[in-house]
């Protein structure tokens, strides 16, 4: 690892701590300087995007999660906080596109499977919404996502 690999790994720590303290313009400035001393990280964009959602800039968000993408095609990060980022905005279909490509990629993630259920039931697909809170349900652990296993479960009577 070279020397500007290490200070953006260092970056992208400070940015961590900056968006765990919710200063996000102080850690999207973190984050681009990690992607500029190494750009070819998809996980250093794909913070920016991060820092800019939480700020409101979904739209601006776009950009970088695509960059992160296109960094890593098989980055499933990316495509979940693209379809994030989308849901935000209200492009359903967009949405579904990206988290369909991150369960793809990494079929166990679960935040993915919540969220298509989500969307699926916004755009009146039952049975695709059930079938993916389902599958949440199934591979959630149970004691970190008690709460939001039963608000899949009722998901699931709301739309039976």
Avoid: H
Avoid at 23 to 43: D, I, Q, T, V
Avoid at 72 to 96: R, T
């Amino acid at each position: 690892m070279n020397s500007d690999q290490i200070k953006a790994q260092e970056e992208n720590l400070k940015g961590l701590q900056a968006l765990a303290e919710g200063r996000w313009p102080e850690a999207e400035n973190f984050f681009k300087l990690a992607s500029e001393l190494n750009p070819s990280s998809p996980e250093y964009p794909g913070n920016v995007g991060i820092a800019l959602m939480n700020q409101g800039k979904g739209k601006e968000s776009v950009v970088f999660f695509i960059k992160a993408i296109e960094i890593d095609p098989d980055y499933a990060k990316g495509y979940y906080n693209l379809g994030v980022c989308y849901q935000n905005l209200k492009d359903f279909k967009q949405s579904i596109r990206n988290y369909e490509k991150a369960v793809d990629l990494v079929p166990t993630m679960i935040e993915a499977r919540f969220n298509l259920g989500l969307v699926y039931s916004f755009l009146g697909e039952k049975s695709k919404a059930k079938a993916n809170y389902e599958e949440f349900i199934k591979l959630a652990p149970k004691v970190s996502y008690e709460k939001q296993i039963i608000d899949a479960k009722n998901k699931i009577k709301e739309l039976e």
